[in-house]
Every structure is written in C-alpha cells, then in structure tokens.
C-alpha cells in the first residue's frame, strides 16, 4: 500500500470535499454516474414550469347538475389532472360569454366575485347556485400590464364569473369533491370576430404559462343553439354541418408553428357553413385565444369530443397532457 508523503496528506481534506460536492450536484453526479434506470413515476411535464392551454367547450348552465352527460364524467377527469398533477399557482381563464371592446380587452381586479346568472327559463335553483371562488388583483394587474407591453388596449372591470366559467368549473373543480383552492382572473375577449386579435391576446397570456399560471378558454367547438335546443326532443340528432365543421377545426389546430395556426383558423371562419355552425363567434373565439397561447411545435391536441345536436364538445390541450377520454 503506498505511503504519502507528510507535504501531500494536507490536500486530502480538501479534495475530499470536492468530491463531496461534485456528488451532490445532481447535474454534475448523473453525468459522472450514468444509469439506463428509468423513473418508476413517468413524468407528464418535461417542463414542470410550463403549463398547458386548455380549451373547454362548457354546453348550457345546467352541466353542473347533468351527472350522466358524457360531458360531465371527462371534465371531472381533466379537473383532477389540474389539481393533481399541474398544480397551478392560479387560473387566468377566457370565456365567450364575457367581450371587451372592439380593440379593448377587460381583466377581472376583483378579488370577491359573485356568479353572473347569464341565462334564462331555467328553474329557480338555478339562480341560487353559488361557486366559492377568489380572485387576485396582484395577478390582474400583472395581466393588465403584460397585455399593456404587447400593445393591447387594456382596462380594469370588476365583476362576476358568467356561466362559461362556473358553469364547467363547477364540474371539473367540485367545491366538495376537488375544490380549487387558488385565485381565478378572468379576461375578456375582444368585442369582434377578428383572428388575428385573439391570436395576439393568447400571445399576450404565454408567458404566464411560465409562471406556474394556468390559461383555460371556455367556448363551444360548434355552438347552434336553435339546434342544440331541437335535440331536445330529438335525441340522437346530429345537424349536418356539426361534423364537418368539428373536422375541419380539428385540423386547423393540429399543426405546428403560429402562422399555420393562423391561415387555419382564418379559412376556418371563411367556411360558407361557419354562419350555422357559429351563428356568432363569440364561442369559436375562445379556441382562437388558446392557439395563441401555444408554443411553436405545440399542435393543438384534441382531448375529447361529442357531437350533439347542433353543437360540438371539443376539448383541446395545447402543451403536453394526458388525454381526458383515455
């Protein structure tokens, strides 16, 4: 066995130390001790930091009490992903029932917000429903200046959350069975049919997906409401203009890069069956602001979806998610 020499055993400590540390340093000692072992927990966000954008289509106000609506059961499941495996810091979220001006988007600063009962010839309860909800006006006022550098008009309402929101939210974050627990901020949509502003407004909210911040748009993938109403009656009746019209924005979310998102989504609402598929667009638009939200290379992945009536349930993520209908 060697010997040292008495002028070398002083170095022993320290580079002993460095050792030490080099095999604290996870970056630095999976290098050096390299393993083809592969997590027992796969993980869903390569980067836990970044959030999906999630488009919900929210059907009529009475979701939160149609428990065998197929609806229902998938947006329970995406919920519990929201809760349990993203785990937001909060919830910026965009619904067709609320729209700004014509070039001038509005953020919720309230912190207490009551429910907006935006429908009527419902039974009473309907009218009394309460959701227990808390909004932030730190983060609102952060919106409002992030829309401010993107060179969007922007200003300060205070307000209720209208159906769009408490209507599904109800569903997917039960008060009882998987309450939310953090801050709810909602924008509003432009007061127009344009896509390119609700294109910019999603480029706009991005960067919050960086910041543990969770961007949900509410609308409908198709939204007739004559015949949604007429199903009614009709149970298994789907308008002829419902699948085509799902198909083809399907295909126009499914592509990367933004201007491909963009020439998809203007020939969409160029359609000669858009004015029946979306007699307004107001409900088309919330997927419009989710599009501009995803990254370059993030297609818009089609969750789940049910054709009925004159409407269509699409649910898209874009950012990786695991699928609701799996």
Not at 303 to 326: C, H, K, P, T
Request: with cysteine; net charge negative.
């Amino acid at each position: 066995m060697p010997v040292l020499r008495p002028s070398y055993r002083k170095y022993i400590g320290p580079i002993l130390a460095v050792f030490i540390y080099l095999l604290s340093t996870p970056l630095i000692a999976t290098s050096l001790f390299k393993t083809s072992q592969t997590p027992s927990t796969p993980q869903v966000f390569p980067n836990m930091t970044r959030t999906p954008v999630l488009f919900l289509s929210h059907g009529g106000p009475n979701l939160f009490e149609d428990t065998k609506h197929p609806a229902y059961a998938q947006l329970q499941k995406l919920g519990h992903q929201v809760t349990h495996q993203i785990k937001p810091k909060a919830i910026v979220v965009i619904s067709a029932h609320w729209q700004g001006g014509p070039r001038t988007i509005e953020v919720n600063t309230a912190t207490e917000q009551g429910l907006i009962y935006d429908y009527y010839g419902f039974p009473p309860h309907y009218y009394e429903l309460q959701y227990p909800n808390v909004g932030s006006p730190e983060l609102a006022d952060k919106v409002l200046g992030m829309l401010g550098d993107a060179g969007i008009e922007a200003e300060s309402a205070r307000r209720g959350l209208d159906h769009g929101v408490f209507s599904p939210f109800y569903v997917a974050f039960n008060p009882d069975t998987n309450p939310l627990n953090i801050p709810i901020v909602q924008v509003s949509l432009f007061d127009s049919d344009s896509v390119e502003q609700h294109l910019a407004l999603g480029r706009a909210l991005a960067p919050l997906r960086d910041q543990g911040i969770q961007l949900i748009c509410s609308g409908m993938a198709v939204h007739n409401i004559r015949d949604m109403v007429a199903a009614y009656s009709n149970p298994g009746f789907i308008a002829p203009y419902v699948k085509p019209f799902d198909d083809a924005l399907t295909e126009a979310l499914d592509v990367e890069g933004a201007d491909a998102k963009r020439k998809g989504l203007e020939a969409l609402v160029r359609r000669k069956d858009v004015g029946r598929a979306h007699p307004s667009l107001e409900h088309l638009m919330p997927v419009v602001v989710a599009a501009g939200a995803a990254q370059e290379g993030e297609k818009g992945v089609r969750l789940w979806g049910l054709l009925e009536g004159g409407g269509s349930w699409g649910m898209y993520s874009f950012g990786q998610i695991v699928g609701v209908g799996a």
